[in-house]
């Protein structure tokens, strides 16, 4: 029995909603190729795309330790699976791609166990997966990676993960310049305590946001996507973020922001067009001042 899965990337906290907000794209994404074998345990055969960055070890790679903790819930480390993880996105890019090779390989387990446990079920072992390349379990990359579109983590403990409805022509312009910002890094930089006049603003453009996807109003969604608690501390790790900001803001932006802990950022956008021509200008901006990047156009 072999079986391959293909789970996308996704934008985390959607500006405003840190830890409790975040949408999958189509693409990109990575691949997970699991096959049944003999000999019991878990191991991962080969990694392509990582540059040699991810461990082979299967305790300390994120889609083996899943899988593992999966095995081990369902009572099967009698069995054997072999795991090959087909990179195809930046590690490190803030589009959750830790996430991505983590659910890729829950989704597979899942198949080949005649999905005993439903998509929502299989979260907290995701999560798990967050914790080890992390250091914090967060799900606001894990949960839409598995359900698709919007989602809310509107509580952790206990876990409480919400579909959202979103405008179906929703695009994302996504630009990754390619400087390294690790999550545990770019984590440990947020002041762990608020004053509450920014409490009240942030919990307002959350509540706006939301209500802006049930709507369909882009005029309230971009309003509301300013976030006062992280930003301003994590947008220092991303070249020209100001800059960048105007730019797709000039050119017909709903909203713009950093893509999870960065260094990626993305745009709204109600239409395919205006994202293309968003992520032409962004990519240009970042070559201006000697910066590579990548770009990605997808719906929501
Ligand atoms: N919510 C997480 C963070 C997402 O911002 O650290 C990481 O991609």
């Given amino acids: 029995d072999t079986v391959k899965v293909f789970a996308p990337a996704t934008v985390a906290n959607v500006v405003c909603g840190f830890d409790v907000l975040g949408f999958a794209v189509n693409a990109p994404g990575d691949e997970v190729v699991m096959r049944v074998t003999d000999k019991p345990g878990v191991i991962i055969s080969k990694i392509t795309g990582d540059d040699g960055r991810l461990p082979l070890n299967p305790d300390k790679n994120t889609v083996s330790a899943s899988v593992q903790d999966y095995l081990k819930h369902i009572g099967?480390?009698?069995?054997?699976?072999?795991?090959?993880?087909?990179?195809?996105?930046?590690?490190?890019?803030?589009?959750?791609?830790s996430s991505a090779s983590t659910v890729a390989g829950l989704f597979a387990i899942n198949t080949l166990f005649d999905n005993q446990l439903s998509n929502q079920e299989l979260v907290p072992f995701a999560m798990k997966g967050e914790e080890l390349a992390c250091g914090y379990g967060h799900a606001d990359n894990v949960a839409p990676a598995l359900l698709g579109g919007f989602v809310l983590v509107r509580s952790y403990e206990p876990l409480d993960v919400i579909s959202l409805p979103f405008p179906q022509d929703m695009c994302a312009a996504i630009v990754y310049p390619e400087v390294d910002v690790p999550t545990k890094d770019a984590r440990q930089m947020i002041r762990s305590k608020v004053l509450l006049k920014d409490a009240v603003k942030q919990w307002g453009?959350?509540?706006?946001?939301?209500?802006?996807?049930?709507?369909?109003?882009?005029?309230?969604?971009?309003?509301s996507m300013v976030d006062v608690l992280v930003e301003p501390t994590r947008s220092i790790l991303i070249p020209d973020f100001y800059k960048m900001r105007?730019?797709?803001?000039?050119?017909?932006?709903?909203?713009?922001?950093?893509?999870?802990?960065?260094?990626?950022?993305f745009a709204l956008t109600k239409d395919q067009d205006t994202a293309h021509l968003i992520t032409q200008a962004l990519q240009k901006q970042l070559k201006s001042i000697q910066i590579n990047s990548l770009s990605f156009v997808s719906s929501v």
């Fill in 205 to 223: 453009n959350v509540a706006g946001l939301v209500t802006g996807l049930f709507t369909n109003d882009y005029d309230l969604i971009g309003r």
């Fill in 76 to 97: 099967r480390t009698d069995i054997g699976i072999d795991i090959e993880l087909h990179k195809k996105m930046p590690i490190g890019s803030g589009l959750g791609s």
């Fill in 246 to 265: 105007s730019i797709a803001m000039e050119m017909g932006a709903v909203s713009f922001g950093i893509s999870g802990s960065g260094p990626s950022v």
